[in-house]
């Protein structure tokens, strides 16, 4: 397949890049394709978008640069509607909530620098609040492999634009999961940096000490590649936190490597022997891929994310948009009203215990990753139906993010990549977990196992 052939069918980030630079393809070229695919969709996807002759514009002004004036020369992306684009309302789910920003968030600006077209806004759980999808008023996002599952979320339209191809990567949200759960559904790479490493100003956060800006992309480079554009401290963002360094991406030897897997007994499927069988293989790839696989103690990550739940970061989320749902019940999503509200019932010593707890809990964290270079766990358990999911949301919710809640808490970080399929349809997909500021060096694991398009 040539490479414009290859562009057109994947869309990737890196295949753009390679076509605009072999004078294969132009900007103008993708974007009219990109809303063709758009004229044709039906995947709820989408909230809003900006318009073929305002994008054609943006396109239009590239053709003064070129690929290496611009890392990101003229690919198409999309963003979740709880990040701030000037010309676009955010409305993080609920339309009564909508506003108008005044500004570009951060990370959408140094997109934009770097030759990015910024497509639109892409639908998600009400207020980040949700792994499943199907929170929105908006429309249920449903799996791009089986439409009777969950796309997974929060992070739903930008999982599910990037997995139909309309965009190459989309940038999601991820507090307890909502950007690796929904790449993990739907055959993508969903990369979860270090906290801070990307600025959060101009974002409707979940949990505002906990959120970070999560990046969906077909493939462990492409994501990385966005993420090293969109990176760098922002005194805007009170949680922003300088990265030297982190895009060190020289070759790492992988007989050198020590991959952590949880003890058999802590793991968890829910009942699903496929999800068991799926990991198990993941695990001889590892053991084939690298110096040693060693099991480990996972006791000390499950507890921490019962923390996220059942704990007072509940009610973090009430100082983002608990004085909204008090004034306007009827308007929010029953589950996320709930939710929400269950904040009121924390004390401030609730807080401070927890606390406590959770500096303990990461010292016990920090002890593990000395004996290990990445921790390596099913992104989820197990899969659901939407009709399954609607009958006991809380209960599947929480099993969503057994794998995937401790991360932000502990201060990980994170990339989920496909390495198999159900036979339903979705993608199985595992999670490298290193510790804070190893964004290269999971990656680089990643990109040793990850098993790509799932779509093709």
Not at 187 to 196: A, D, M, N, S
Request: aromatic content about 8%; charged content about 25%; glycine content about 8%.
């Amino acid at each position: 397949m040539s490479t414009v052939a290859k562009a057109r069918d994947t869309m990737g980030v890196r295949d753009l890049l390679d076509a605009y630079a072999a004078e294969e393809l132009t900007p103008k070229e993708v974007v009219q394709r990109v809303y063709y695919r758009l004229g044709q969709d039906d995947t709820n996807a989408w909230i809003a978008t900006r318009s073929q002759a305002a994008v054609l514009e943006d396109a239009a002004a590239l053709e003064t640069a070129s690929v290496a004036d611009k890392p990101l020369y003229g690919v198409p992306f999309a963003v979740k509607d709880n990040i701030d684009y000037e010309d676009l309302p955010t409305s993080a789910g609920c339309p009564a909530y909508t506003y108008k920003p005044e500004e570009s968030a951060t990370v959408v600006e140094k997109l934009l620098d770097a030759g990015a077209l910024l497509i639109g806004k892409t639908n998600m759980d009400q207020f980040a609040t949700g792994l499943v999808g199907t929170r929105s008023p908006y429309g249920t996002c449903k799996n791009v492999y089986n439409p009777e599952y969950i796309s997974g979320g929060s992070s739903s339209g930008s999982a599910v634009a990037v997995a139909r191809g309309h965009v190459p990567f989309a940038l999601g949200t991820d507090t307890a999961g909502s950007g690796r759960i929904p790449a993990a559904l739907n055959g993508l790479v969903g990369l979860k940096p270090t906290r801070g490493v990307l600025s959060n100003a101009g974002v409707v956060p979940g949990c505002a000490s906990l959120s970070c800006i999560s990046v969906l992309a077909r493939t462990v480079d492409d994501a990385a590649c966005v993420e090293e554009v969109a990176a760098g401290f922002d005194s805007a963002d009170q949680y922003s936190r300088r990265s030297a360094g982190l895009f060190d991406r020289r070759p790492r030897d992988e007989a050198d490597r020590c991959i952590g897997v949880p003890e058999p007994a802590q793991l968890e499927f829910f009942g699903d022997s496929e999800s068991e069988q799926l990991f198990d293989e993941a695990v001889e790839t590892l053991r084939s891929t690298f110096g040693a696989v060693e099991r480990v103690d996972f006791s000390t990550f499950e507890e921490a994310s019962d923390l996220l739940y059942n704990g007072p970061w509940v009610a973090e989320r009430l100082t983002t948009v608990g004085e909204f749902i008090k004034e306007n019940p009827d308007d929010i999503d029953l589950t996320v009203r709930g939710i929400i509200r269950d904040g009121e019932m924390y004390s401030a010593s609730d807080a401070f215990d927890a606390f406590h707890r959770l500096e303990r809990l990461r010292k016990d964290a920090s002890a593990i990753f000395e004996t290990i270079d990445a921790l390596v766990v099913p992104t989820l358990g197990t899969i659901y139906t939407i009709e399954g999911e609607q009958l006991n949301p809380i209960e599947i919710n929480s099993q969503l993010g057994y794998y995937t809640n401790f991360v932000n808490l502990i201060d990980l970080s994170a990339v989920s990549v496909p390495v198999g399929q159900y036979e339903q349809g979705p993608t199985f997909s595992i999670s490298i977990v290193g510790e804070a500021f190893e964004d290269a060096a999971i990656t680089s694991i990643a990109e040793a196992v990850h098993t790509p398009d799932f779509t093709d």
